[in-house]
């Protein structure tokens, strides 16, 4: 079985994985990060959203070794060990009704925010409309957003 080096939330791993193992089961499985949730497993869904690099990728479609040397950025690591402005607008909005597909939601929304710090709510609708949330918080879902932008 072939052996991978990966970036994981700043911390390198050696992965033994087959190179079309996707990154979502390695992730869970091989280094306990379940932040990262299991939704379709088709990507259509974005519960499991993870930053590669600046890029919000689906991690149950992307293939271990597609990753190369861009570092992974998961649920757990977003923020390096202080709370980021978006996990502390999701709880002041109230977002989480089930909170399956929020970690997706937030990671999503920070690849956004990386790319566009001040979007408009139309950009907000855009980047985050296929995320999906089987709750329906999409008002609290921008409304978190747009406090994060003015807290920073």
């Given amino acids: 079985m072939p052996s991978f080096t990966i970036q994981v939330n ?31 497993g088709v990507g259509l869904c974005g519960s499991c959203t993870v930053l590669l690099g600046d890029e919000a990728v689906r991690s149950c479609t992307t293939r271990l070794g597609e990753v190369g040397e861009r570092e992974i950025t998961t649920i757990e690591g977003l923020g390096g060990g202080d709370p980021h ?21 937030i990671m999503n929304a920070a690849a956004l925010l990386r790319k ?31 406090r994060a932008v003015e807290e920073g």
């Fill in 85 to 105: 402005p978006l996990r502390r607008a999701w709880e002041t909005e109230r977002v989480s009704q089930c909170g399956y597909c929020q970690p997706g939601q």
């Fill in 116 to 146: 566009n710090p001040n979007p408009s709510d139309a950009e907000i609708d855009v980047a985050m409309r296929d995320n999906l949330c089987r709750c329906g918080t999409y008002q609290r879902i921008r409304k978190a957003i747009r």
């Fill in 10 to 40: 700043g911390t390198r791993h050696s992965v033994d994985a087959p190179a079309d193992m996707p990154l979502l089961w390695v992730l869970r499985d091989r280094l306990a990060l379940t932040g990262t949730k299991f939704g379709c």
